[in-house]
């Protein structure tokens, strides 16, 4: 579904990605494991069309969304949802999943998928007329979640959905990725909670320094002494 090859990223002089490669195939939860400053962010950047890679493709469904911009890569099926949630703080819970789908035409489509975000999301629904900003940080992530939702993407991105939540928000958040995934839609999950992101994942990669140090199967990098120190806690 989704075909990353050789991309190099860079910030001004910086080179944040170094020759990385990834694959995601349809129906998919593929994981992205790394210490801080790894890359993790740059590499869902710049699939979802933030940042343009200086070399390299990154092919979607067959067509090179290479330096597309991000508004065609999300009518082409791909969605993001940025690290630290960014929701529109003074719009409603409504109006921000609204903008979700400001792109589609299909007013009866849009219908469905303010239902398919309230049965995933009930906390949503009690608080539609609420001021986002006003909400906290577990229900602005569902929001967020959800306004990716709303665009109907084939492709969901997650940047560090769990991050600032508490244990059983989390336990929570990764239930719906799961549901998510059921439901139809592929996903590439960044996370620093490598336990729970290996323990939904059918793939996973990790990265260290811009590059691509590890893949495999979740249960191959469970059992990595490497994997097991630097990012399990040595468990
Ligand atoms: P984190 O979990 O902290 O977000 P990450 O793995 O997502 O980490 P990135 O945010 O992709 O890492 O950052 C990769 C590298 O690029 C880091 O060295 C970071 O300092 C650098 N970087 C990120 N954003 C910028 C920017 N806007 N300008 C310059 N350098 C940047």
């Given at each position: 579904?989704?075909?990353v090859?050789?991309?190099?990223?860079?910030?001004?002089?910086?080179?944040?990605?170094?020759?990385?490669?990834?694959?995601?195939?349809q129906?998919?939860?593929?994981?992205?494991?790394?210490?801080?400053?790894?890359?993790?962010s740059?590499?869902l950047?710049?699939?979802?069309g933030?940042?343009?890679?200086k070399?390299?493709?990154?092919?979607?469904e067959?067509?090179?969304?290479?330096?597309?911009?991000?508004?065609?890569?999300?009518?082409?099926g791909?969605?993001?949802?940025?690290?630290?949630?960014?929701?529109?703080?003074?719009?409603?819970?409504?109006?921000?999943?609204?903008?979700?789908?400001?792109?589609?035409?299909?007013?009866?489509?849009?219908?469905?998928?303010?239902?398919m975000?309230?049965?995933?999301?009930?906390?949503?629904?009690?608080?539609?007329k609420?001021?986002?900003?006003?909400?906290?940080?577990?229900?602005?992530?569902m929001l967020?979640?959800?306004?990716?939702?709303?665009a109907?993407?084939?492709?969901?991105?997650?940047?560090e959905?769990?991050?600032?939540?508490?244990?059983?928000?989390?336990?929570?958040?990764?239930?719906?990725?799961?549901?998510?995934?059921?439901?139809?839609?592929?996903?590439?999950?960044?996370?620093?909670?490598?336990?729970?992101?290996?323990?939904?994942?059918?793939?996973?990669?990790?990265?260290?320094?811009?590059?691509?140090?590890?893949?495999g199967?979740?249960?191959?990098?469970h059992?990595s002494?490497?994997v097991?120190m630097?990012?399990l806690?040595?468990?």
């Open positions: 579904m989704l075909k090859e050789g991309i190099n990223v860079y910030y001004g002089h910086i080179q944040a990605l170094k020759e990385v490669s990834l694959e995601i195939k129906g998919e939860i593929v994981t992205l494991i790394g210490a801080n400053g790894a890359g993790k740059t590499l950047k710049t699939i979802s933030l940042l343009k890679p070399k390299g493709t990154v092919v979607f067959g067509k090179n969304i290479n330096g597309k911009a991000a508004q065609t890569i999300v009518k082409q791909i969605s993001h949802v940025p690290e630290g949630r960014r929701i529109f703080a003074n719009m409603s819970v409504e109006e921000n999943l609204e903008l979700g789908a400001y792109l589609r035409k299909d007013k009866k489509g849009v219908k469905d998928d303010f239902d975000v309230f049965d995933l999301f009930p906390r949503l629904q009690e608080r539609i609420q001021q986002a900003g006003t909400l906290s940080g577990g229900e602005q992530q967020a979640m959800g306004r990716a939702l709303m109907r993407p084939r492709l969901l991105l997650l940047d959905p769990s991050m600032g939540l508490a244990p059983l928000l989390v336990k929570t958040i990764f239930r719906i990725i799961e549901e998510i995934n059921k439901g139809g839609t592929t996903i590439l999950l960044v996370e620093q909670n490598a336990h729970m992101a290996l323990s939904v994942a059918n793939m996973a990669y990790v990265l260290e320094t811009g590059r691509v140090v590890i893949s199967h979740p249960d191959e990098l059992s002494e490497q097991k630097a990012y806690g040595g468990h």
